[in-house]
T-cell receptor
Framework: AQTVTQSQPEMSVQEAETVTLSCTYD???????LFWYKQPPSRQMILVIR??????QNATENRFSVNFQKAAKSFSLKISDSQLGDTAMYFC????????????FGTGTRLQVTL | KAGVTQTPRYLIKTRGQQVTLSCSPI?????VSWYQQTPGQGLQFLFE???????NKGNFPGRFSGRQFSNSRSEMNVSTLELGDSALYLC????????????FGPGTRLTVL
């Protein structure tokens, strides 16, 4: 069975600064997806960024980018120019390509953006 | 395009009762997945329905069941409620294709007393 580990329960960053959230995973599969989801206090889960394992190029979405290290099974999220609206729980998640709708989540990192 | 809707948003039940939660996916989406979120266990996959058939299942007891209707709306039922069933229940909809993004609803907060 696959597992997803987020070793940082809480992090804090000042507005406009850069922060990196860590995620490691374990799987014996070769084809899979990795995701970062954001869950603000409103509780609505929002997809931040997605990475297909077969793609070597790291995914980027505006201020959000990932560092995908397949051999090390590491998938970190970098948030640049942090904004107050980035304050939320961030979950790293994994799914096999054959069961893309079945997500395995990490325990989450609570990010607080301060003035 | 309307997002994923879940009803009710909040629910209070007592032990031993049963409960039914509803999820309406985004128009055109055929897959609905359900997740349980608790402070202790985090986010856990319950099951997925695609075209009215259960396609994937997590490791939950048989008290947790679901179904999907022809219009893709899905219901989740929990029988003989236990205190530990108190959680935020999230549903997510997608096209059901391999390369698909899941869109989550706002969740139903279930409290079991």
């Amino acid at each position: 069975a696959q597992t997803v580990t987020q070793s940082q329960p809480e992090m804090s960053v000042q507005e406009a600064e850069t922060v990196t959230l860590s995620c490691t995973y374990d799987t014996s599969e070769n084809n899979y997806y990795l995701f970062w989801y954001k869950q603000p206090p409103s509780r609505q889960m929002i997809l931040v960024i997605r990475q297909e394992a077969y793609k070597q190029q790291n995914a980027t979405e505006n201020r959000f980018s990932v560092n995908f290290q397949k051999a090390a099974k590491s998938f970190s999220l970098k948030i640049s120019d942090s904004q107050l609206g980035d304050t939320a729980m961030y979950f790293c998640a994994f799914s096999h390509t054959g069961t893309a709708s079945k997500l395995t989540f990490g325990t989450g990192t609570r990010l607080q953006v301060t003035l | 395009k309307a997002g994923v809707t879940q009803t009710p948003r909040y629910l209070i039940k007592t032990r031993g009762q049963q409960v039914t939660l509803s999820c309406s996916p985004i128009s055109g989406h055929r897959s609905v997945s359900w997740y349980q979120q608790t402070p202790g266990q985090g986010l856990q996959f319950l099951f997925e329905y695609f075209s009215e058939t259960q396609r994937n299942k997590g490791n939950f007891p048989g008290r947790f069941s679901g179904r999907q209707f022809s219009n893709s709306r899905s219901e989740m039922n929990v029988s003989t409620l236990e205190l530990g069933d108190s959680a935020l229940y999230l549903c997510a909809s997608s096209s059901g294709l391999a390369d698909n993004e899941q869109f989550f609803g706002p969740g139903t907060r279930l409290t079991v007393l």
